[in-house]
């Protein structure tokens, strides 16, 4: 099976532009989280849908959206960039625990840089 | 609110010489627990997790992890470490309510570097 494949991998954006960044999950895997990792942060967790429905939201301000599609992939959306955005977006997919899995697997991520 | 901590910035470890890597969580109830790998980059990869059942599991590239429910520990071992294992290493926690759905809460990462 093909990995997660996250497209741009490299992103170089003025600051007050907007971004949209896409993730193709694992095939059959429904559900699709987003994190971003900072060297100052660290990997925190921005928001994961599954069946097209945000089921959980970290804290981030409302300038990072996201959604999904009836295809499981996703996008997530950033307006207004600021410096602070700056950081290595991460998509990870999984299936459903009922299923007894529980495991992520994760993009190659990516970089986005707010000049 | 779950968190996890790696005590350890970076690990220093010769080739040939066994590693421990080590975490700490704090979750209410029985934690989710895993590892992942990243090299440079790269996103995360899986190593191994623990959900219920013995306390020592296995998982990828020969890595190991024990689970103790009273030193609320989880650290990652390998016999034998190899060059090729110098990554940042990284512990996580699930909530293993419904309200956590999939949400990932990770540690601050180590580095590990063997020396050849």
């Known amino acids: 099976k093909a990995g997660v494949t996250q497209t741009p991998r490299y992103l170089i954006k003025t600051r007050g532009q907007q971004v949209t960044l896409s993730c193709s999950p694992i095939s059959g895997h429904r559900s699709v989280s987003w994190y971003q990792q900072t060297p100052g942060q660290g990997l925190q967790f921005l928001f994961e849908?599954?069946?097209?429905?945000?089921?959980n939201k970290g804290n981030f301000p409302g300038r990072f959206s996201g959604r999904q599609f009836s295809n499981s992939r996703s996008e997530m959306n950033v307006s207004t960039l600021e410096l602070g955005d700056s950081a290595l977006y991460l998509c990870a997919s999984s299936q459903e625990p009922g299923q007894g899995f529980y495991e992520q697997y994760f993009g190659p991520g990516t970089r986005l840089t707010v000049t | 609110a779950q968190s996890v901590a790696q005590p350890e910035d970076q690990v220093n470890v010769a080739e040939g010489n066994p590693l421990t890597v080590k975490c700490t969580y704090s979750?209410?109830?029985?934690?989710?627990l895993f590892w992942y790998v990243q090299y440079p980059n790269r996103g995360l990869q899986f190593l191994l997790k623990?959900?219920?059942?013995?306390?020592l599991v296995k998982g990828s590239y020969g890595f190991e992890a024990e689970f103790n429910k009273s030193q609320t520990s989880f650290h990652l071992k390998k016999p034998s470490a190899l060059v090729s294992d110098s990554a940042l290493y990284f512990c996580a926690v699930r909530d293993p309510t419904n309200t956590g759905f999939q949400k990932l809460v990770f540690g601050t990462g180590t580095r590990l570097l063997v020396s050849p």
């Open positions: 979750v209410s109830g029985n934690p989710y």
């Open positions: 623990y959900i219920t059942g013995d306390n």
């Open positions: 849908y599954f069946s097209e429905t945000q089921r």
